[in-house]
């Protein structure tokens, strides 16, 4: 009877588990790896949305989480729980971002302070470029200029603030002092 039935029934694909799809993507089956993207990324999407409020930077981080999840899923200890271990890989990209987006908004509030209180915008255009260059620098390199060369930090506070050594610390002011250099026409503090 089940032979007689086989050919009546639509042949459907069973989906795997968590468990088999992440051993099938351990054992380098990129096919697998779509399907537990396809399987958990709006979930972790929504709870990225929650987490940002909007939707401004939620493409980049579900797709720099699973990127990450990519390179370290040998490290997952428990299979089943893969959704959930997406999620916290996505929590703290999240945590990050926002972190960031504090930062920039503080920095934003500083140079607004430091910009003239006058009724001319043009005069307020060096703190704008000022802003704008350094959206452009790297953070490992925005984070020690800012703090030495706008907070006034000694170079070995910046690095100790910084989790860095000396040495990286003037290296990594020098690099972002050039890339200011380099957008603002050498016109930096």
Known sequence: MVAALAHALPLTRV?????VLVGRVLRGDALAFRDLYGRHSRYVAGVVYRLMGDDAELEDIVQDAFVRAAERLPTLRDPAQVRAWLVTI?????????????RRSWIRQQLLRAAPT??????????DELYSALDQVPDRLRVPWMLHRVEGFRLE???ASCGVSLATVKRRIADAQTRLDRRLGGATP
């Open 118 to 127: 006058v009724s001319d915008p043009k005069d307020r255009a060096p703190a």
């Open 15 to 19: 989906a795997d588990d968590d468990e």
């Open 90 to 102: 996505a929590v703290r990209l999240t945590q990050s971002r926002l972190a960031r987006r504090r």
């Open 157 to 159: 506070d910046v690095a």
